[in-house]
């Protein structure tokens, strides 16, 4: 491989000859010397050609350089306080076109996010772009390092499957030889399979599906789910206790590798929240909502989204911070598999957690008990015998268990206060996106 | 959380009380005392319930336990060298049924891989299905640490596209509101698409879909794919020569953790591999496996099955090696993005790595000037227009670029000695296979 040397890297490199590899930038052709700004996946650099007669070959490249332009280019390294990006640059005694960009860039900075996502591999050349999937990376490996240290097992579960997992709309249907076959709306059943399975304690982050036609800020109709159960707990508490270890693990990891570039680029504070994060049940939440003036604009007990703005100032006024678990939702607000409270059937032990303002993960400790799980359903109106082989997993003894379900991107989009899904996805999928 | 103590960590514990949860595999129910073979999901304890009046309740208890049923026992730990199980057992002070379990098991240890697949969540509880997961998890995560720490990005790719990432042939067709979607063959265009977009080197592990209909040991329709591409690289050379330091950090994790276990459960030696591993262009390969009395049977320049497991019988006589990679394919038998050999059009610059006799990956450096891709895909009778947006990936500056694929489950199949990917999958989807 050609001895490169990551833009990043040349700060710490002594003067002298290096050859580094990326894509241009910005072309400042004078008449006595040529800037040339490059790019790599780590930053950017100044190359510099003086021009003279000796140098005309590389002077009428640079001259033809359009940008995006891939370029390895070996000189040598001078560092120089005076240069403005990063204190140094590299005169060029080499200069190869490694492959040539169309000159007229289709997307602009002032682009709508449409169009920016239709030239999305353009559009994540930019350095903001290119920070949020390295953060993206450092958290979700934070994350399954935790799960790891605490004896979890991966597990990768079928996204195809024969019925549904959730609820029977949004739906994808898949035409599955002689059948029809599902999207996996979330990983649940089978997380829950895992734990009859005694795996004990699983996670998973992949893919979910929901055919959701709404076009909201927070939707998309794929996105990567984040995942956890665990066997053997005693209540949500327990969860709420993985899960927001969890986080800390990740924000931890994401404030150390990049906390000051978030800052440059994004000019946000990654905080890592203090343990334990506050705990307030949702009834409450209401109250506290309310007294604060906002009437709650909904048919049941859930809060809406103002609502879930108030309870979070709310937290961030009282104790200064911005997470909060709303617990122990009613019963008919929760699906038929979330346990119940004993000391009152009306609620259940579970939890939606909000992060400055925004819900982003639901966990619940799940109903192990076969019998308790079928009068649930009956009491939802569902058919019992459409569950099929989901009662199964309960009837050769189950553990009691719980776990929650998170997305990865809504997690991105408030840890770097970014306004939606679609800036914060690879390559996002809505209603009517399905490319590139 | 309940004090619980995981079996694995009864062994370093001293005599004293502790509470340990899981299943019960055994009950032996005698006279003067009862036995009962506890399972969690990191071994097996032995109970011990000497009969007494005082003692009653427990003693019916324990009589009418079936297997699988979930326990919560507290008790004395006892270490006693003459109980073969551990060397340890726990004198039950109390038991809690936490669930149920029907008396009648479904499948048994002779049942046909259908049936077990059938209840996969008992077939999962078995000591060697539980490995097998552990085992898979050590892998990913050793193969994510290596990438992290070598400056790779993660990526989550979407698996619903408006057109086909592979070949037209086994697509799975999905109902989009008012189009048709169809499910990612496998991550090539955005792997690739990142490397346009300035991301360098990335990485995914996650599910692939196609319909293909046959029904070897070798086929899913559903499984999970490990890909990485990267940038800048000088020819395929560059691949091999990380796919082969990935798989030698997972391998070494695995060996670690587990290889004492996967010993005694599968007997068999999980071998570390030397570097670099031997590298064979195809062609002489071919000659090779003839020379060895072997006719390939196949109308195009590629080794058959028998053919595979000669070279590999070759590399293994002559290098002690379990692995090989087949280099320099013919481009008649490879896809048209794949790069050509500058000073011979007629071999790419790709390869294939077998392991222990099986194909489990295919790699190459990609091509990545737009002219050479539309005249290599014109060759292949293809039409230009419909790869769309794909070719646009390479108009505004694309760097060299190459990466592989290979298939987790056939990983841990030739890992773990085991006859197809049934028994090797969490949850296995083929085409008469869909639930549970």
């Known amino acids: 491989m050609t001895e490169r040397t990551l833009i990043s890297q040349l700060s710490e490199r002594a003067d002298g000859p290096v050859t580094v590899q990326g894509w241009v930038d910005k072309v400042r052709d004078q008449k006595k010397v040529q800037f040339v700004v490059l790019r790599d996946e780590s930053g950017a650099l100044q190359l510099v050609n003086p021009r003279s007669e000796d140098r005309e070959e590389i002077s009428t490249t640079i001259a033809g350089l359009a940008q995006g332009t891939m370029l390895t280019v070996s000189g040598e390294l001078k560092h120089d306080e005076r240069v403005k990006l990063g204190g140094l640059e590299v005169k060029i005694a080499e200069l190869k076109v490694e492959s040539e960009a169309i000159a007229e860039t289709p997307i602009a900075d002032d682009s709508s996010i449409d169009k920016r996502l239709d030239w999305r591999f ?7 772009n290119n920070l949020m999937f ?11 390092c935790y799960w790891i240290e605490n004896g979890f097992v991966e597990i990768f579960t079928p996204k195809l499957m024969a019925s549904a997992s959730e609820t ?12 029809t076959a599902y999207l996996a709306q979330s990983p649940q059943f089978f997380k829950q399979m895992a734990q009859s399975a005694g795996f004990g304690r699983v996670f998973e982050i992949g893919p979910v599906f929901r055919a959701d036609p709404s076009f909201t800020s927070r939707h998309a109709t794929e996105f990567t789910g984040v995942d956890s159960e665990m066997s053997w707990i005693d209540s949500h508490e327990d969860v709420m206790k993985m899960q927001e270890e969890l986080l800390v693990a990740g924000l931890t990891a994401v404030k150390e590798a990049h906390g000051e570039e978030i800052k440059e680029l994004f000019d946000v504070d990654v905080v890592v929240p203090s343990l334990p994060f506050p705990r307030i049940p949702l009834l409450e939440a209401r109250e506290i909502v309310e007294a604060r003036g906002h009437k709650i604009e909904r048919g049941d007990l859930d809060l809406d989204p103002e609502g879930e703005r108030q309870i979070a100032a709310h937290v961030k006024e009282q104790y200064g911070h911005e997470f909060v678990f709303l617990t122990d939702y009613p019963a008919s607000i929760r699906p038929f598999y979330h346990m119940r409270h004993e000391d009152d059937a009306s609620l259940t032990k579970s939890y939606d957690l909000i992060w400055n303002g925004v819900e982003i993960s639901t966990g619940a400790q799940r109903e192990h008990r076969v019998d308790v799980i079928e009068e649930q359903a009956r009491e939802k109106g569902m058919d019992v015998e459409e569950l099929g082989f ?6 050769y003894g189950a553990p009691p268990h719980g776990g929650f379900g998170m997305g990865l991107a809504r997690m991105l989009m408030l840890m770097l206060h970014q306004p939606n899904l679609r800036e914060v996805t690879f390559l996002f999928r809505g209603p009517n996106r399905l490319t590139p």
């Open 122 to 128: 353009l559009d994540l050349r930019t350095p903001r």
């Open 390 to 395: 989901y009662l199964d997993f309960f009837r």
């Open 168 to 179: 029977k709309a949004e739906l994808f249907k898949v035409d599955y030889f002689e059948q």
């Open 134 to 144: 390295r953060v993206q990376t450092t958290f979700a490996h934070a994350m399954r």
